[in-house]
């Protein structure tokens, strides 16, 4: 099965930028999507297929992917950006399944 | 824009089947161009995919839990369903549904989450 390794955690100063990665293997080929969680709420989508962003994304989130890493990229954090951040793949070939980060923790110290 | 919303048993018993239901508003379950995800969330823990079903009934589950899923739809309702059988404490989570694109995959609208406890 396809595994998505992601960094625990990143720290980050208010108004730096934060980049948080997720490895896997030939990752470059597949259509990355990240999402942010904060406590008891649901996921939000901030990237998709890669590097675009929904409405009502600031600009300051982007995303990259190539080789066998793709990455989240926040910059000029603020003390709102603080949450979990996971990337998720999705084959969808011969089989479909949807593969998920284990996520990374972002603190605004 | 679509809300997507679960309901159901927030405490099922182990050996019991856990069934929850969401039901779409502002967009329709026939629409052919998104797929109509489960997703669950285990206390501290990261996401994990259970299995979608596209509008003309096609499943794709999991293959850890494919031997206890079933997915349907109802059309008429604007409701998707999960069952999954034989529960015990580790299916304790938080369950979420959500709608994915077909291009990509993103899982641009979910719902609130519904927590699940197995416990006698």
């Known amino acids: 099965s396809y595994v998505l390794t992601q960094p625990p955690s990143v720290s980050v100063a208010p108004g730096q930028t934060a980049r948080i990665s997720c490895g896997g293997d030939?990752?470059?080929?597949?259509?990355v999507n990240w999402y942010q969680q904060t406590p008891g709420q649901a996921p939000v989508l901030v990237v998709y297929d890669d590097s675009d962003r929904p409405s009502g994304i600031p600009e300051r989130f982007s995303g990259s992917n190539s080789g066998n890493t793709a990455t989240l990229t926040i910059s000029r954090v603020e003390a709102g950006d603080e949450a979990d951040y996971f990337c998720q793949v999705w084959h969808s070939d011969s089989d479909h399944y949807v593969v998920f980060g284990g996520g990374t923790k972002l603190a605004v110290l | 824009q679509v809300q997507l919303q679960e309901s159901g048993p927030g405490l099922v018993k182990p050996s019991q089947t856990l069934s929850l239901t969401c039901t779409v508003a502002?967009?329709?379950?026939?629409?052919?161009?998104?797929?109509w995800t489960w997703i669950r969330q285990s206390p501290g823990k990261g996401l994990e995919w259970i299995g979608y079903?596209?509008?003309?009934?096609?499943?794709y589950y999991n293959p850890s839990l494919k031997s206890r899923l079933t997915m349907s739809l109802d059309t008429s309702k604007n409701q998707f369903s999960l069952n999954l059988t034989s529960v015990t404490a580790a299916d304790t989570a938080v369950y979420f549904c959500a709608r994915a694109g077909e291009a990509t995959g993103e899982l641009d609208s979910w719902g609130q989450g519904a927590l699940v406890t197995v416990s006698s």
């Open positions: 502002g967009g329709s379950l026939n629409s052919g161009d998104h797929y």
């Open positions: 079903i596209y509008y003309f009934g096609t499943t």
């Open positions: 030939n990752i470059g080929s597949k259509s």
